[in-house]
C-alpha cells in the first residue's frame, strides 16, 4: 500500500521547476546554448520512441513531440548571431535548417528515419557544447 502524499509529490515538483526555472534564468550564455542542444536530443528521442511505436506513430502526442523539437531548435537557431559568428554561425544555421526539414519531413511522413537524421546531425553539436560548459 503505497503512502504518497499527494501534497508532498506536488512541492517536490514545484520545487524543481523552480530549480530549473532559476538554472535557466542564472545561466551564461553559452550555458544556455548547451541546455537548449540537450533538450533538443531529448525531445528528438523522444519523438523517435513515439514514431517507432505503430500505437502512438499517428498520436497527437507524437506531433507535439514534434513540434516542441522544432521550437528548441528554432530558439538555437534564432541565438545565433549571423553578422558577428562568420563562418561558424553560418554552418550552425545550416545544421540548424537541416534539423528543422527533417522535422518537416517526419510530421509529414511519420517515420523516424529524419529523425535519426537529425540526431546524427546535433550530436556532435551537444557533445561539444558539454565538454565546453561543464554542468
Excluded at 123 to 133: D, G, K, Q, S, T
Amino acid at each position: 500500500m503505497s503512502t504518497a502524499n499527494p501534497r508532498s509529490a506536488a512541492a517536490s515538483s514545484r520545487a524543481a521547476r523552480t530549480y530549473r526555472e532559476e538554472a535557466v534564468l542564472t545561466a551564461s550564455r553559452e550555458k544556455l546554448v548547451a541546455m537548449l542542444c540537450q533538450r533538443a536530443i531529448r525531445e528528438l528521442e523522444g519523438v523517435v520512441e513515439a514514431l517507432e511505436d505503430p500505437a502512438r506513430r499517428r498520436a497527437p502526442e507524437t506531433g507535439d513531440g514534434i513540434a516542441r523539437s522544432h521550437d528548441v531548435i528554432a530558439e538555437l537557431r534564432g541565438a545565433l548571431d549571423l553578422d558577428a559568428g562568420g563562418e561558424l554561425a553560418e554552418n550552425l544555421d545550416a545544421l540548424y535548417e537541416f534539423c528543422l526539414d527533417r522535422l518537416t519531413e517526419a510530421n509529414s511522413s511519420r517515420e523516424a528515419q529524419p529523425i535519426h537524421h537529425a540526431l546524427t546531425a546535433i550530436r556532435p553539436l551537444e557533445e561539444a557544447w558539454r565538454e565546453l560548459v561543464p554542468s
